[in-house]
């Protein structure tokens, strides 16, 4: 990380997570106040998603909800950057992490479906830093720049997660690494490309969905759980879920699948929207 981005990254991975997480807030604010894509597209989002609200008590989740937008901005180079003592010390709990033991034993393999909600960052750095650790790797999407690229790999490897692209060889490791009874990080809210997803329900919406994850899991034989990061008040950490999916999200049928993974994804949410 010895580019100009990898050493401002450095600087501000260094500060106080209380403070960082601060300075989201207030970029979040920023966005809530001026037209801008984040606005506009999280305001659909909730008129889609919660119909049910009035008009104030959405534009104050709308509010909240890019503060912790900008909140995932900041803290991503404590992510990229901090050490495995200091992250590790920011998690104050985890909440179901006996079904990760659990099927961890059990030899299948895990995959660990993590959508963008809270500090997903954390999910893989946690897997593989936790004592017993267990070796896990990530599905990513390569950026365009190259010099992005290396930071962001530097980054997300750098307490041990390793990294496959979201191409047919970065498919394969997966399933192969999942059959010696590792772990699989894949986010599971994608759009994915024409032919590589179905339209099944969320929140009540037929949703262009991946049947990656699903296929994976049948194929397998793994477990999956829906893992996200929850913020803590000013600063003070986080805290993991990690929740066994519901029935069917394996099965070969790909609407059945995917309708439970989606039901899994909009349960999380929904705790916390």
């Given amino acids: 990380m010895n580019s100009p981005l990898g050493l401002l990254l450095r600087l501000l991975g260094a500060l106080p997570l209380p403070l960082l997480h601060g300075a989201g807030v207030l970029l979040g604010q920023l966005f809530s106040l001026f037209p801008n894509r984040h606005r506009r597209i999280s305001l659909r989002n909730l008129e889609l998603c919660f ?58 393999g895990v995959i660990l479906a993590a959508p963008h909600l809270g500090s997903w960052e954390l999910i893989g750095h946690y897997i593989a830093a936790r004592e017993p650790g267990a070796p896990i790797t990530c599905l990513y999407k390569p950026p365009r720049s190259p010099a992005v690229e290396r930071v962001m790999r530097s980054g997300r490897m750098h307490l041990g997660v390793e990294l496959a692209p979201t191409d047919a060889g970065g498919v394969k490791t997966l399933l192969g690494l999942l059959k010696r009874g590792e772990v699989a990080g894949i986010l599971p809210d994608q759009d994915p490309l024409a032919g590589n997803g179905v339209f099944a329900p969320f929140f009540g919406i037929a949703t262009n969905s991946m049947t990656l994850l699903p296929r994976l899991a049948a194929r397998s034989g793994a477990t999956v759980l829906v893992s996200y990061a929850e913020r803590l008040p000013w600063g003070r950490g986080y805290r993991l879920h990690l929740i066994p999916c519901v029935d069917g999200v394996n099965d070969k049928a790909p609407l059945t699948a995917v309708t439970a993974l989606n039901a899994a994804v909009e349960a999380a949410v929904r705790e916390c929207p």
């Fill in 51 to 108: 119909p049910e609200m009035s008009e104030r008590a959405r534009a104050r989740l709308l509010v909240q909800s890019l503060q912790e937008t900008g909140k995932t901005f900041m803290e991503t180079a404590l992510m990229w950057c901090g050490s495995k003592r200091r992250i590790m010390g920011l998690v104050r709990e985890v909440v179901g992490e006996e079904h990760l033991q659990s099927a961890l034993d059990k030899g299948k």
